[in-house]
């Protein structure tokens, strides 16, 4: 599809989908041209970014929903946080964290990665940094899952009750963070909750939608960044060569996020008619980047359809670019390397078992991952 229509109109999905690098990475830059606000409707005059029940995060007015000027002001509260020399700081806590769920498996000869290393990691690590207090974290990895459910069925049944479920979590989780917002309001902890409470350029609106976003862009996606990691350097054996350094650890987390990017697609819509790629792109269509093609394309990458651990340079656009580009790329980066790190150290053996892939409904990731440390 790539080669012989890079740009194409899908009739039933009702949305142009982009295959190449280049055109990807032209639409995610161009955010005059192609907004990433999910209610534009060329009919109306004003576009103020209201949720419109969108399907894959449905949440009040985010960064992630507007466009610059409103984007820059909404991510400009908190960028500083998530920069390199912020997030080294945090490590320790990181590490400390990856200790203590290394130490609970212990004694056990396999486990479950997903579940137990993989999914508790990023929801930890993030609630920390929100400041939200440690025995309410199960209620909020079971609002987060709710809030990320997608239908097991296209039966109308069951969209309802996924529906339900998602704002019946979304008004739980909101009311909880205004309370917590509003306690903090004023105080001096270094939390993210008080840094959003003080942040007196933010409605109280935009304060909840803030702080749900951190929460839930982080999850699932590094939790696939990490299955996917223990998955692809088993499958490429190059396991013992990362835990002795013969491979670097980084650069072969950076190929995971190419080759098997978590994220596989994002969408925009066109404010203007356009051209892309020899197609005439009209006002208010729907445009579907596919950054795991993207990341395939063999315009950028040699052999792409490859698993090279020690890929240098590696411009893959796993975590977006432009003005969207992931706020929580560091801190994702940082997760995995610490995690992939005190894995290799902490288990002499870890066997993923590869027999039974059961791949994520509409995400790139597993299921479970079986891995036997004995
Ligand atoms: C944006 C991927 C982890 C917070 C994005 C975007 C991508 C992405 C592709 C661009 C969205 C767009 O252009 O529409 C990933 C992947 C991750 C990851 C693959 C893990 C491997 C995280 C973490 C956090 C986070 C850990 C926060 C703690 C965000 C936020 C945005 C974002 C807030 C919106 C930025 C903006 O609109 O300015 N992410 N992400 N992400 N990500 Fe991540």
């Not at 209201?50 to 992630?64: A, K, N, V, W, Y």
């Not at 909404?74 to 400390?96: C, K, N, S, T």
Request: hydrophobic letters at 35%; proline letters at 5%; one cysteine or more.
């Amino acid at each position: 599809m790539r080669a012989e229509s890079p740009v194409h109109f899908d009739e039933q999905r009702e949305t142009w989908d982009v295959f190449r690098y280049e055109d990807v990475e032209r639409v995610l830059k161009d955010h005059d041209t192609f907004t990433a606000n999910r209610a534009f409707d060329p009919e109306k005059s004003s576009n103020d970014g209201d949720s419109d029940g969108d399907e894959d995060l449905p949440m009040l007015q985010t960064m992630i929903s507007t466009d610059p000027p409103e984007q820059t002001r909404l991510r400009g509260v908190v960028d500083e946080r998530f920069q390199p020399g912020a997030i080294r700081e945090y490590q320790p806590r990181v590490e400390a964290v990856t200790e203590e769920l290394l130490d609970d498996l212990e004694g056990e000869d396999e486990f479950d990665f997903v579940d137990e290393f993989a999914t508790p990691l990023p929801v930890i690590v993030i609630a920390e940094l929100l400041g939200i207090p440690a025995e309410r974290r199960e209620e909020f990895k079971a609002w987060s899952d709710a809030l990320v459910a997608r239908p097991e069925d296209d039966t109308e049944a069951e969209l309802e009750r996924v529906q339900r479920e998602q704002e019946r979590a979304q008004r739980e989780m909101g009311g909880y963070f205004a309370t917590l917002l509003e306690e903090r309001d004023g105080g001096s902890g270094d939390d993210l909750i008080t840094l959003a409470a003080n942040a007196e350029k933010l409605t109280r609106g935009e304060q909840i939608g803030f702080c749900m976003l951190l929460l839930l862009a982080g999850n699932i996606t590094t939790t696939n960044l990490l299955t996917n990691a223990i998955w692809s350097v088993k499958e490429a054996e190059v396991t013992d060569a990362i835990r002795t350094g013969a491979v670097d650890r980084q650069r072969a987390i950076e190929e995971v996020l190419r080759y098997r990017s978590p994220i596989q697609s994002l969408k925009r819509i066109a404010v203007e008619d356009v051209e892309l790629n020899g197609r005439r792109i009209e006002t208010g269509d729907v445009v579907t980047l596919w950054l795991g093609a993207a990341n395939r394309d063999p315009a950028v990458f040699d052999a792409p359809e490859e698993f090279r651990p020690e890929r240098h340079p590696n411009r893959h656009m796993a975590f977006g670019t432009g003005v969207h580009f992931c706020l929580g790329a560091h801190l994702a980066r940082m997760e995995a390397d610490v995690a992939l790190g005190q894995l290799l150290e902490h288990f002499e053996r870890l066997e993923a078992d590869l027999s039974d892939l059961q791949p994520l409904n509409g995400l790139y990731g597993l299921e479970s991952l079986p891995c036997d440390v004995s």
